[in-house]
């Protein structure tokens, strides 16, 4: 048995530690997920004027910072007593700012966070040997998606031409959230109520205009079919097996057309999108389409017992058709994104907030059982000498708390919402996986529902901007202090990474007594509970073999190509799950003002 550590996880926003043990065939048998940094947000908020929550809780992260916004807005809605009076044309202009965030998260992990990881030189090992078939594939993998600054061997390589043009893209989008929401990061809109500023007639103009040179990206590199053929195909197909059979014939007519010649090039039609969806798959690649070699990411990262996990989704973007207010529990079908519970069996369930718990057994804080997160404790151990991360699965490993529904650990994010959604190409895709024996849940699964999320939300932006806003329309409703009098409220939303709760509650003073986030990768990187079971990350590692394409060069601990994999397949932000620490006692909680 070898203990292989990656600490800390790159190319990730925060610190995250993956410790795995490995078989002599190279299977990893156990694993510890450790957030290394101790988040205290909860305690900076006691006693603060709740209103200040929108745009403190922003500051947990630099890349989502809009959700955590838009999560503290609709918890002080409630809080407020407000929700079901927010004006539609502040619930659209939320539903914009939410929507660029998203795509420019997305971007940023696909080709610049997750992407690089395609050009690892086990791949060149793997796949050069299998002849020119083989060696076109490296060359594609390695000319769309090295990095800035990157080596093989000590030979400079140059950066991919995807990553290389998936930066101005990322700038772009920032800048287009800035319009709407004041500044990025962490934009300066979101307010109980409402939204603060309303965009003008210009500001849909420069949105619309950014759209537009986005979407010049998305069809030059991302998608080579129309986008909207994809969209129809797809996302809009009278069922999941319809989806699915779309995509096959689409690659199976690109395969055709082009591996005689081994030309796997942009300009033969191959999109960083089809191309990763046919290579990166064992059964769609090799069993479906016949080709000689994948990159067998289907068989990383899945989940081997299906009654241990579930897949929950919170719900974001409001249905701005049914006017005025929202629902804060979230219904199924309230809004766009719809809230549910899909199990490892793929059955499906209504998702209840009530039923959400964390626990702290395996964290580093004082132990105070399962409880519901608006009555959760944030109470850090204060002995550094019980902080330490080497001391195995049954011992205290993490600042991240581990949150459950219904005792069940649940995966968020991509795959969790567009499953909610019966989304049609990912929900089949899904059952596919399921009726040949794959895990439904894998690789290869996360990073297509992450790319198919990008196609949807961008059809759907455009007609929040140019149909769904109107200029001259209410953008706010009062609220004064004294409506958050002993009160409580719950925010449910989406962050690019997955399901992101806020809970507050006041006293007769209406300040905060009590603040609670429950972030996407608190859920994902999740350690051990009370019974013992693993986070989702932790499943999805135990089982996999570390290196490229199963090990098919035999075992190399010095390069566990698929840790990396499996831990950046879920778009870790641990900056959101933890944060910082004062043992020194001089940073009590005060009032602070913002100005």
């Excluded at 998305?218 to 995509?247: C, D, G, H």
């Amino acid at each position: 048995m070898v203990n292989v550590t990656v600490d800390p996880l790159t190319r990730i926003e925060g610190h995250l530690r993956l410790s795995t043990e490995v078989n002599a065939e190279g299977v990893i048998t156990d694993a510890q997920s450790s957030c290394l940094m101790f988040r205290g947000f909860e305690r900076m908020l006691q006693n603060q004027d709740p209103r200040d929550a929108a745009l403190l809780t922003q500051r947990i992260c630099g890349v989502c910072p809009t959700s955590h916004s838009l999560a503290a807005a609709n918890a002080l809605d409630q809080l407020f007593g407000v929700a079901d009076s927010v004006p539609k044309d502040a619930l659209v202009a939320r539903n914009i700012n939410q929507a660029l965030n998203t795509l420019a998260s997305h971007a940023t992990h696909v080709y610049v966070l997750w992407g690089p990881d395609l050009a690892n030189p086990s791949y060149r090992n793997v796949l050069t040997p299998l002849g020119e078939t083989g060696s076109a594939v490296w060359k594609e993998l390695v000319g769309r998606f090295a990095p800035i600054s990157y080596r093989i061997d000590g030979n400079a390589i140059p950066p991919g031409s995807s990553y290389l043009a998936a930066i101005p893209e990322k700038k772009r989008l920032q800048e287009a959230i800035a319009v709407i929401g004041g500044k990025m990061p962490h934009q300066v809109t979101s307010y109980p109520g409402g939204y603060t500023y309303k965009p003008n007639i210009a500001d849909i103009g420069k949105l619309s205009s950014y759209y537009l040179q986005v979407m010049d990206f998305v069809s030059s590199y991302t998608l080579r079919v129309p986008f909207e053929t994809w969209i129809e195909n797809t996302y809009k197909a009278s069922s999941p097996q319809k989806a699915v059979n779309f995509v096959l014939e689409h690659l199976q007519g690109l395969v055709d057309s082009t591996v005689t010649s081994n030309n796997f090039s942009r300009e033969a039609g191959w999109g960083d999108t089809e191309f990763y969806a046919a290579f990166g798959s064992e059964l769609v690649g090799e069993t479906l389409l016949g080709l000689p070699a994948s990159l067998k990411h289907d068989r990383t990262g899945g989940y081997s017992d299906p009654s241990k996990i579930n897949f929950l989704a919170f719900g974001a973007f409001y249905k701005t058709e049914n006017g005025d207010g929202y629902d804060p529990n979230s219904p199924a079908g309230d809004r766009f994104q719809t809230s549910g519970i899909v199990t490892g069996n793929l059955e499906y369930k209504n998702f209840d907030a009530s039923k959400i718990t964390e626990g702290v057994s395996h964290a580093f804080y004082e132990d105070t059982g399962e409880l519901h997160p608006s009555k959760g404790e944030t109470n850090p151990i204060g002995d550094p000498a019980e902080i330490r991360y080497d001391r195995g699965s049954e011992s205290r490993y993490t600042w991240g708390k581990a949150p459950r529904y219904e005792g069940i650990p649940c995966e968020v994010g991509p795959l969790s919402r567009l499953l909610a959604m019966k989304e049609p190409l990912v929900t089949g895709l899904a059952q596919a996986f399921k009726d040949n024996g794959y895990s439904p849940a894998n690789t290869y699964t996360r990073m297509v529902a992450r790319i198919q999320e990008i196609a949807i939300i961008a059809n759907e932006l455009l007609k929040w901007v140019t149909v769904d806003y109107d200029p001259n329309g209410k953008i706010s409703v009062h609220t004064d202090l004294s409506m958050a009098k002993d009160s409580e409220g719950m925010g449910l939303w989406e962050a690019p990474r997955g399901a992101l709760g806020h809970w507050v509650s006041t006293d007769s003073n209406s300040k905060v007594v009590r603040y609670q986030p429950v972030v996407p990768s608190t859920w994902n990187m999740s350690p051990r509970d009370g019974a013992g079971v693993p986070g989702p990350l932790e499943q999805a590692l135990i089982g996999s073999k570390i290196n490229a394409a199963e090990n098919a060069l035999g075992i190399d601990y010095s390069n566990p190509v698929n840790i990396l994999h499996i831990g950046r397949s879920y778009d870790p932000c641990v900056a959101c799950a933890v944060h910082t620490i004062d043992l020194t006692g001089k940073n009590a909680p005060k009032t602070l003002r913002l100005v």
